[in-house]
């Protein structure tokens, strides 16, 4: 067996190893399981150290220097499976197995260097092996992509109905772990089938979220329009009445508010057509008017109701959500 298939092997043997465990970080294996866990290790670490000792050997029989670090790598490999049988023989299993995954790394890493000093072309075997590999990156990203959603989710005001999107990240979850059985049991075509259902509901989920993402948007945006009308008009109505600015600043300030309204207005049109993020650029330029016309008033002018005071740094927290 050439080194690139073995390393492929040695990986695959890891990763399948590990992911129960990782999936299940509770999970107690009786006594007879870290038997046969830890017996499956050794066999395949002989075969790993078999194939270790073949590719050595075909590079001496077509005089290729030995890459410096390999015999380093490949000594240490040699002591864990040694330490391995030592504590298999000692039915120290759990131990067992953790020094030969420890040995299978060191001829990983052996086989990788004899490799990139002898490449060979992949083969069908290789490429399936690799396959393995990948759905379980999938699997994990899969994973991954709902704890997202589901944070997003949990963020949302607690008078907003998220079952729907609940229950569809729930039956994803439950898909993965099938599709992690299957993975188990090499069982490609499962695992793909399962992988495929799982994107659709992520999918659907994303939509729906994005619907709730929308409305607390939407509703967020209208409160901010209403405070922002009230504070608008009453600081008309301040600057209309006061005896202390000039013409020509009452005249600039009732302008720039003038400017703010008609913004206002836009923003209240947009929002019904249920464009938000159109509506909001519209506010944002509606408090710039708001801001214009405070340059023209005096200190003893207030232009800004006490009432409404809060709501101008409003517009600051409201913007486009997205769920990425």
Known sequence: MNPKKIVIIIIL????????????PTLVLSSEEQRVKAETLLNILDTVKTSTDE??????????????????????GITHA??????????????????????????????????EASPVEPTETEATAQKTINLKANITRAYEHIERLENLTAKAPPK????????????????????????????LDGVIEELRAVRRLLVESKELLNRLVNLVKASSTEKYLEAAQERVSESKENITQSTSLSAQNKTNAITALDNSENRLE???????????????????????????????????????PTGVQAANNALSNTGPTTCK
């Open 13 to 24: 043997t890891l990763v399948l190893s590990m992911t129960f465990t990782i999936l299940n």
């Open 55 to 76: 590719a050595f050997s075909r590079l001496n029989a077509q005089s290729i220097p030995v890459p410096p670090n390999a015999e380093t790598k490949y000594n240490e």
């Open 82 to 115: 040694e330490e391995a049988a030592r504590l298999m023989n000692a039915e120290n299993y759990d131990e067992a197995s953790s020094e030969a995954v420890e040995a299978m790394q060191n001829l990983k890493e052996t086989l990788i260097l004899l490799q």
């Open 160 to 187: 907003y109905n998220t079952t729907a999107i609940d229950n569809k990240l729930a039956t994803a979850r439950n898909r993965l772990e099938t599709a992690t059985r299957e993975l188990n049991r090499l069982n």
């Open 266 to 304: 836009n923003a209240g049109d947009l929002i019904e057509e249920d464009k938000v993020d159109e509506a909001i650029e519209e506010l944002k330029e509606a408090k710039k008017w708001e801001d214009e016309s405070r340059k023209y008033l005096s200190p003893s002018v207030t232009a800004t």
